[in-house]
Nanobody, 126 residues
Framework: EVQVVESGGGLVQTGGSLRLSCAAS????????IGWFRQAPGKGREVVAC????????YYADSVKGRFTISSDNAMNTVYLLMNSLKPEDTADYYC???????????????????WGQGTQVTVSS
């Protein structure tokens, strides 16, 4: 059984930083796409960043480019999302999703993922 667990959310002031972690079990970290998505109150789910565990290719939403960094530790089956220069509009529930064998062009779409975590809340105060 594949399990995905996020951690690291919390309350931070504008301009601050947080690091989210996503630990996946029940699958090998070979050619796996891992995506971070977020959903703000009253809004739909949107992609934040994605990474392929095999070649470490990445995708970032325009809204987070230059501020967020996604990375993977394959030995630990864990992916990190380092979020710098946080803004109030980054406030949302952040979800990690895992899916084997996705193309780079597919990684950014939530519908492509079967395995999801329960989410972690990030609140950025102004």
């Amino acid at each position: 059984e594949v399990q995905v667990v996020e951690s690291g959310g919390g309350l931070v002031q504008t301009g601050g930083s947080l690091r989210l972690s996503c630990a996946a079990s029940g699958l090998t970290f070979d050619d796996v796409a891992i995506g971070w998505f977020r959903q703000a109150p009253g809004k739909g789910r949107e992609v934040v960043a994605c990474i392929n565990s095999e070649d470490h290719s990445t995708y970032y939403a325009d809204s987070v480019k230059g501020r967020f960094t996604i990375s993977s530790d394959n030995a630990m089956n864990t992916v990190y999302l380092l979020m710098n220069s946080l803004k109030p509009e980054d406030t949302a529930d952040y979800y990690c999703a895992v899916q084997p064998n996705l193309l780079w062009s597919e990684m950014r779409y939530a519908d492509e993922y079967d395995y999801w975590g329960q989410g972690t809340q990030v609140t950025v105060s102004s």
